[in-house]
């Protein structure tokens, strides 16, 4: 069966960084696109980025472009994402998403989530 | 990008009856590249219907999608007790991949 699992959430000062990873297996990690989406304390759902199934595409979000980045190792079945220049507003759970296909930009399967919490 | 707005933001219904969730997109959504999911209180969302109006694997026939273009439709034909949560739509025509603001649906 399909699992996501994140790690790498905390508390992070502003203006710090931090890396979140996501450890898939029951599926062929190197076949899928893969997503960060994110959830604010008692708010709504936000796509943050995504990643091709070979790398070669990359998307973010408006409010993250600049500052962070989403990789892959398909070697280690694993997800990242590198967090830059963190904002009070970054904090959420951070959730990684699978896509269903090579590029679809939906998601079929969700992690269960990492808190990041930034403040001072 | 494209917005899409849910309503109502709040739907207030008994078990046994229908519910109908909607969502508009402020410019045409190419493909019916919509999808629904739901997400219950402290637990990861999960896919309902993508593609406005194919079911995910898994998921009960009372849950159905309809729609075209601007407007999209969520329908559960006899709500359980289960069914009680939040519902969101995302479209994936094109990046920003965005989600409309949610319906809460409660027990009345």
């Known amino acids: 069966q399909v699992q996501l699992v994140e790690s790498g959430g905390g508390v992070v000062q502003p203006g710090r960084s931090l890396r979140l990873s996501c450890a898939a297996s029951?599926?062929?990690?190197?076949?899928?696109?893969m997503h960060w989406v994110r959830q604010a304390p008692g708010k709504g759902l936000e796509w943050v980025a995504a990643i091709s199934y070979d790398e070669t595409r990359k998307y973010y979000a408006d409010s993250v472009k600049g500052r962070f980045t989403i990789s892959r190792d398909n070697s280690k079945n694993t997800l990242y994402l590198q967090m830059n220049s963190l904002r009070a507003e970054d904090t959420a759970v951070y959730y990684c998403?699978?896509?269903?296909?090579?590029?679809?930009?939906?998601?079929?399967?969700w992690g269960q989530g990492t808190l990041v919490t930034v403040s001072s | 990008e494209i917005v899409l707005t849910q309503s109502p933001g709040t739907l207030s219904l008994s078990p046994g009856e229908r519910a109908t969730l909607s969502c508009r997109a402020s410019e045409s959504v190419s493909r019916s590249y919509l999808a629904w999911y739901q997400q219950k209180p402290g637990q990861a969302p999960r896919l309902l219907i993508y593609g406005a109006s194919s079911r995910a694997t898994g998921i009960p026939d009372r849950f159905s999608g309809s729609g075209s273009g601007t407007d999209f439709t969520l329908t559960i034909s006899r709500l359980e007790p289960e069914d009680f949560a939040f519902y969101y739509c995302q479209q994936y025509d094109r990046s920003p991949y965005t989600f409309g603001q949610g319906t809460k649906l409660e027990i009345k």
């Open positions: 998403a699978k896509d269903p296909g090579f590029w679809s930009g939906h998601f079929d399967y």
């Open positions: 029951g599926f062929t990690f190197n076949r899928n696109g």
